[in-house]
């Protein structure tokens, strides 16, 4: 009895059942950012392709504000382990997890300057909602950026 106990808590927990929240959503796809609903600075407009084969994660984003068109490439490794990219000439060195079903990211640029983005997901999928945090700890975001699949 104890035996046929411990495989069906070992088959449930194999299943996800007794762990929903470490399910991993797939942030694959065209992103486009919905300025109406976004808060606090962000760019005029925004888009993210977004390339999902875990352990690694690659955004190609463009961007426009009023200095004009941005366009960046990052590849960041899900599993915790250190990513090096270079956006605008300076080099950022960061680190991601998945907490839940979020994608945490904490990034150090090279004058020591310390950010965290945090990506989630809804539902249905559709909408992704990726929330910036002036150093490695939470609070009330700095930024929120509402994206929507294409």
Do not use: Y
Request: contains cysteine; aromatic residues 4%.
């Amino acid at each position: 009895m104890q035996n046929r106990r411990l495989f069906v808590i070992c088959l449930l927990a194999g299943a996800g059942v007794l762990h929903p929240q470490d399910t991993k959503p797939n942030l694959s796809g065209r992103w486009v950012m919905n300025a109406a609903k976004s808060t606090g600075r962000n760019p005029k407009t925004c888009e993210e392709t977004i390339q999902q084969k875990d352990p690694v994660l690659t955004i190609t984003t463009v961007a426009e504000d009023a200095r004009g068109q941005t366009r960046s490439f990052l590849k960041l490794a899900t599993d915790g382990s250190e990513s090096v990219n270079e956006v605008n000439g300076n080099e950022f060195h960061s680190k991601s997890h998945w907490e839940g079903g979020k994608l945490v990211t904490v990034v150090t640029g090279d004058r020591g300057m310390t950010m965290t983005e945090v990506r989630g997901l809804s539902p249905d999928g559709k909408v992704q909602a990726v929330e910036s945090f002036m150093g490695a700890g939470r609070g009330a975001p700095m930024a929120t950026r509402v994206m929507e699949k294409q």
